[in-house]
């Protein structure tokens, strides 16, 4: 029993982290502020802090299921109920199941709730994570003298070059739960956010056109096109190196094709890319699996690095142009490490493949010159452009 115990002192001795030359760990990292749990429950930039919060309930319309454009209103209340709270930062509305709080006067355990069991919907909960520069038009509902209600239209669909005739806008309720003078605060700091991000409408129409969910409900357009106007058909976007040299993996044994059909239904109906609510039905897809066309779509936008991007969404070009020609530490290492990275994958057994490798590593060791260049890096970013462009992957 003895040498047992001391077995025992030994490898707690050996595992004690006291041991290891480990960085040691700042207050903001034992204490996060409210701010740092917000915007890791939705994976929002750094930029962001949490401005207004309100208890709301998010009303869906029923599926439209039909080509009209036509439908009563009182049908926008007849679909799903989600009791949640509303949260309001510079530049983003979120709303969440996920019972959080980020006030001032709001406890520890309330701001990291979040945290803690989920049911399977993950950090953010069925809600949505929507840009204020996606929201088009936000409507006063008539209603019951102490209920706010709110309906919100979304660019969702709306920013490319031609219209389809049977697009349907996409548009839900919220209701405000709220005295009237929080109701009127949180709608004063939204009416000013919708007016400061009106200038980046342009940049999420950039973004926008990168992502395959757009150009895959945007087929039937396609398809009614004229024959001889081949000019005109739109092509689809840059979906990673596998739309040329093939995904890894049996497409048919993955069922890609039954994914595809059944991710574009609810992109249908619930929005997609920026514009995308979440309900109970997209965290079981994403538990299912996702289609290799939409992967990289997908994860940039769960990750919030979609967010990122909407910012400054030529930094991939612009840094490329900027540092053209000079040489630095870490490209040398990069160049040493391009022919290592996952060379029995087609892809990189081409100039094409290495080129977007290169690329994307040289343009990372420039923006962030403090890293610059690490080994396995090369590994991440082979593995990320299988599924992606390479300004996502940046």
């Known amino acids: 029993m003895l040498q047992w115990s001391s077995f025992v002192q030994k490898a707690q001795s050996l595992i004690d982290p006291a041991n290891f030359n480990l960085p040691a760990l ?15 429950q939705f994976r929002l930039p750094d930029s962001q802090n949490p401005l207004q919060e309100i208890t709301a309930e998010l009303i869906l319309p029923l ?3 039909s080509s009209s454009g036509g439908r009563p209103r009182e049908l926008d209340r007849a679909g799903n109920h989600y009791v949640g709270r509303l949260h309001l930062s510079e530049r983003f509305i979120c709303f969440s199941t996920q019972p959080t709080s980020f006030a001032p006067s709001a406890t520890l355990g309330a701001s990291t709730s979040w945290t803690g069991q989920t049911h399977g919907t993950g950090p953010s909960g069925n809600g949505f994570t929507i840009p204020l520069s996606c929201i088009r038009r936000v409507e006063r509902l008539n209603s019951h003298s102490h209920v706010f209600s709110l309906a919100l239209t979304t660019w969702n669909g709306a920013l490319g070059k031609q219209q389809d005739p049977s ?15 929080a109701c009127e605060r949180f709608c004063d700091g939204l009416k000013k956010g919708l007016r400061e991000c009106m200038k980046e409408i342009e940049n999420l129409r950039i973004v926008v056109s990168d992502c395959y969910s757009e150009y895959l409900l945007s087929g039937a357009k396609t398809k009614g096109q004229d024959e001889n106007n081949t000019s005109e058909a739109r092509q689809p976007p840059d979906a990673g190196l596998g739309m040329v040299f ?3 993996g049996d497409a048919r044994k993955l069922r890609d094709r039954s994914k595809m059909r059944l991710w574009a239904e609810y992109f249908r109906e619930n929005g997609r890319n920026a514009t995308l609510i979440r309900q109970p039905t997209f965290h079981k897809l994403i538990r299912v699996g996702l289609p290799n066309r939409l992967r990289g779509e997908i994860w940039e936008l769960t990750s919030g690095s979609l967010f990122l991007r909407l910012r400054s969404p030529k ?8 540092f053209s020609g000079q040489e630095s530490l870490a490209i040398d290492e990069i160049e040493k490490d391009l022919n290592r990275s996952l060379p029995e994958y087609p892809g990189f057994q081409s100039e094409e493949g290495i080129g977007r490798l290169r690329r994307v590593l040289t343009a990372y060791s420039w923006i962030n010159a403090e890293i610059g260049y690490c080994q396995a890096m090369n590994i991440v970013v082979a593995a990320l452009l299988m599924y992606a462009c390479p300004t996502s992957c940046l």
């Open 167 to 181: 697009f349907v806008p996409q548009r839900f309720t919220i209701e405000l739960a709220g005295s009237r003078q």
């Open 246 to 248: 093939r995904y890894p």
């Open 63 to 65: 599926p439209h299921t």
């Open 315 to 322: 930094l991939y070009t612009e840094t490329l142009s900027k």
């Open 26 to 40: 700042t207050s903001t990292d034992r204490n996060p502020s409210k701010a740092s749990l917000f915007r890791q």
